[in-house]
């Protein structure tokens, strides 16, 4: 076995392996070059060379995101590190688990100008839920540290930076370990939630006609049928779903914005909770989060073992658990209340269905058409993966099949990464993987194509229309220079060169008739990874978007 000289690199190494951290994804340079010739040189580690950092670091969420485990990103020193940071801030809100691994100069030769040396230690302290600063030699308080900083990005489903500096020699090798490693295990203890705990929370909700369970973004199959059955057969309750809530079924709301943006301030006083349950992470529709900022409830919980924002400005309590512990400890002790809440509810859902359908069938060709096409057409038992901006919101307006599960980047709501993101997630996860975007997140990270693990199978759906079209939905769009230049980044680009370029299978559709072909072809060819390009027409999308909530009443 080839080991690095360095015993701090042994160290780092070992102490992954014990771990089990062993997805590392490494970015060359040469002040990491021990840690990069440890784990590359050791069968037992998967490892991933990713040139540049920021779309690695995506790549790495999308895996991490996908098998819910700690992956390692591996840079060397000065500014590849702060390239992290994007993936870095959006895995500390999505709560995904990173191991940053950065090579670092020795503390004697930062700032006195020496090359490629920037303060590395706690550069990410903001968002970070560890910091590990490790000293050059081999210690037990860095084994410590390295420990540490593994286990809460396991408890607390987080990102950690381990910084780690090395002195030159860094190519030396060794074919004995000159270190033992200490693993230490965590003390992340079991959830358990009381009949006594819930007991006064149970006789507030019995005692209420109207609750409210609004689902953020969630991981599929991990609500149990037990609770989705209660809360679905119980009149008092209304819940709300996203596309990325990733549950499912027929009495659940599942396109927010569709119902309540007609309303009006009575239809909003009769539909507004008494309680407010809410799960999972972050809340796409900005209709439902102005609403209950407006409309309070008396009493809104939040179900999440680690963190409850307080983002209605009215939240009374966090349960600290799962959310299964929770609801089959809660659920058993509730009553059922007599109330018309559902009911009202679903009337109003039935009206906005009828409604949507006969918009639909009418509307050109546009943005709009394009989603009520795609999202039908996706193959049932896939993965798809949606950028932000426009393409995660009209996603939110369509029907999905329950069998496809659905992944985005909410928690910081970058365009930022999501196509490495998505590329991390299709070899994570061997399900077909789509990819739908918009054309300035697919420009903002074309370097995510270079990338030599893609699958053959992975899709992208590319909507070209010229520009950042949800800033004109948003208010203050007016058709000017500065709009057309410094918000909408208007411009004529295509994918064409860049799928020649990383081959990729290229294809257009620019109407409906081509579209439903292109479509067709698209599943079909699984020899290499495929682009579609949809060219929507610029000056009508936003018209066809507004108009249809005009036409829902």
Known sequence: MIYPKIPLAQSIIQTCLGKGITTIVISPGSRNAPLTIGFASNSAFKCYSIADERSAAFFALGIAQQTKQPVALVCTSGSALLNYYPAFAEAFYSQIPLIVISADRPQSKIDIGDGQTIRQENVFQNHSVYNANLQEGPSTENDQKINAAINTAIDKKGPVHINAPFEEPLYETVSELSVAVNVFASANETQTISNDDLAKFATIWNNFHRKMVLVGVNDPNVVNERTVEALANDNSVVVLTET??????????????????PFSNEDFEEFCPDILVTFGGMIVSKRIKAFLRKYKPKHHWHIDPLRAYDTFGVLTEHFEADTNVFFDAFLPLTKIVVTDYFEKTEKVTLLRKQKSNLYLAKIPFSDFKVFETVIPSLPKNSQLQISNSSAIRYAQLIDIDPSIEVYCNRGTSGIDGSISTAIGAAVANKKQTTFITG?????????GLWNNYIPKDFKIILINNGGGGIFRILPGHEETPVFNTFFETSHCLTAEHLAKMYGFEYSIASDETSLKNSLSNLYEQNEKPSILEIFTPTLDNDRILLQYFKELV
């Open 244 to 261: 990325t809530s990733n549950l499912h079924h027929p009495s659940f709301i599942n396109n927010i914005d569709t119902i309540i943006t």
């Open 439 to 447: 054309d300035i997140s697919f420009l903002y990270d074309s370097n």
